[in-house]
């Protein structure tokens, strides 16, 4: 489980299945979720700017970043919209 993996580490870590979040989205909110089609467009609709960042690994060690607003609002720690 996640908490078994994390158990370690000095802060509250959430897991959350971002590919599933269309079908309670409309119970919750009052308005239909639409599913997202990639990982990418998950990210794209994040609630701040600096929380649309994604790291992924490959099976040979290749990491590639997704951060379509860039970095500096996550290293200046300023949490702003995101406007999508």
Same mark, same amino acid.
């Given at each position: 489980?996640?908490?078994?993996?994390?158990? *370690?580490? *000095?802060?509250?870590?959430?897991?959350?299945?971002?590919?599933?979040?269309?079908?309670?989205?409309?119970?919750?909110?009052?308005?239909?979720?639409?599913?997202?089609?990639? %990982? =990418? +467009?998950?990210?794209?609709? !994040?609630?701040?700017?600096? %929380? =649309? !960042?994604?790291?992924?690994?490959?099976?040979?060690?290749?990491?590639?970043?997704?951060?379509?607003?860039?970095?500096? +609002?996550? !290293? *200046?720690?300023?949490?702003?919209?995101?406007?999508?």
């Amino acid at each position: 489980s996640a908490a078994e993996l994390f158990a *370690d580490v *000095d802060a509250d870590v959430e897991v959350r299945n971002e590919a599933r979040v269309h079908l309670w989205y409309e119970q919750h909110f009052g308005i239909p979720g639409v599913p997202f089609t990639s %990982c =990418c +467009d998950a990210i794209d609709h !994040f609630a701040s700017t600096t %929380c =649309c !960042f994604g790291i992924t690994k490959s099976a040979g060690g290749t990491v590639d970043v997704y951060a379509p607003h860039g970095y500096d +609002d996550l !290293f *200046d720690m300023i949490v702003r919209p995101n406007p999508v």
